[in-house]
């Protein structure tokens, strides 16, 4: 046997054992990998913030780190579950009317059949399901007559679900605390490897990734959950029924040209036809401002700033994002359009040879130039 043909085998035997602890290693983290994912987009999109905070804290990452994980779930995460609580209470109230309204039967508002473009078909349902009494339960019944046993499964698994999620929350801040400290030290190592496997390629994306995904964080989910906030007030002040519900439907909805302003039209003139003309102008008008504002202004400037991406590519990444990753992929989805952007740049220029290799000491001194490695 020939030389080559035992290096050959040897590098067999390598790419094998490889595989075998990459194979190994995912076996282990996989329960982990959603709370890891988090905490390091995270970790990236408040990045500045971290660095502003071990400024003030004299260049102290331990304290700088427990500062920022803390300011964390005092802006974020605690309004967010909040929300979740007010939200999952607008849904037993829906249910607990719709329980009452089915027991006694009841006509369908005046209102209803006005709504714009939906008032035929909303009547034409109300009188299907809730006009007279157990109609709704009559037909719950017929249809999942069958189904009792999914039904019951599908409950236990939104229950383990949420559970789960709530336990993968409190991990993934768990590590963002270690993502601030030993962050540096981080990027260094993944530099390091970057700039062995990818050479030039590697700058390219350490260019772009970061930017792009507090791109993504600071313009769909931060600005989405204040806009979810604000709407969901303005819908409560004006004594609009389930408002924190409508309103992070609203922000939900905004993703879709033309979807929020026509519920922000519906929920207008059912305050206008039930009595309330001017407060139904108002949400109306307000609403669409609020709406417009966001989402032409604000969202698309903080999106463009961070990703050089069109907003309709944008919208590609974020509705084909988390309906292929989930939740997680609302920020995923768009970096992966980035970096399928850089490869095209790539494939079509030649800009990637004439880039600088980024050392990874340099990657580390950048990433933290306050403190001390």
């Not at 050089?308 to 590519?313: D, E, I, T, V």
């Not at 740049?345 to 990637?352: L, N, Q």
């Amino acid at each position: 046997m020939s030389n080559e043909s035992r290096l050959s085998g040897k590098q067999i035997v390598s790419i094998l054992f490889t595989c075998l602890i990459l194979v190994g290693a995912f076996a282990v983290l996989r329960p982990f990998l959603l709370a890891i994912i988090w905490a390091a987009i995270i970790a990236i999109a408040s990045w500045p913030l971290y660095l502003r905070i071990e400024l003030r804290c004299g260049g102290r990452r331990g304290l700088a780190s427990l500062l920022t994980t803390a300011l964390i779930c005092l802006l974020l995460v605690g309004p967010m579950v909040l929300l979740i609580v007010f939200v999952t209470h607008d849904v037993a109230s829906v249910a607990g009317y719709l329980v009452k309204i089915d027991a006694n039967g009841s006509p369908a508002p005046d209102w209803l059949g006005r709504t714009p473009w939906l008032g035929d078909y909303l009547l034409e349902r109300w009188n299907l399901y809730l006009a007279e009494p157990n109609q709704l339960s009559t037909m719950i019944r017929t249809t999942l007559a069958t189904k009792v046993d999914v039904l019951r499964t599908a409950a236990q698994f939104f229950l383990i679900g949420l559970t789960g999620r709530v336990v993968t929350l409190i991990f993934a801040l768990w590590l963002l605390f270690f993502f601030y400290r030993d962050g540096p030290h981080l990027i260094e190592r993944i530099g390091t490897m970057g700039n062995r496997w990818l050479g030039k390629r590697w700058s390219e994306y350490v260019i772009h990734v970061p930017n792009a995904l507090r791109a993504a964080v600071n313009g769909l989910v931060i600005v989405g959950f204040f806009e979810a906030i604000i709407l969901s007030s303005l819908l409560y002040l004006a004594g609009v029924p389930s408002a924190v519900l409508l309103g992070t439907v609203l922000a939900i909805l905004a993703f879709v040209p033309g979807a929020a302003p026509l519920l922000l039209a519906i929920i207008g003139v059912g305050l206008a036809t039930s009595g309330s003309t001017i407060t139904g102008v108002v949400v109306f008008v307000a609403g669409l401002v609020i709406v417009l504002a966001v989402d032409y202004t604000v969202r698309p400037l903080l999106i463009k700033g961070g990703t050089s991406l069109p907003f309709l590519a944008i919208l590609f990444g974020i509705f084909g994002g988390v309906l292929s990753m989930g939740v997680v992929g609302l920020v995923i989805g768009p970096v992966i359009l980035v970096l399928l952007m850089v490869f095209f740049r790539e494939a079509t220029t030649d800009e990637v040879e004439s880039l600088p290799v980024i050392p990874p000491a340099v990657l580390a001194r950048e990433a933290d130039p306050h403190g001390t490695r």
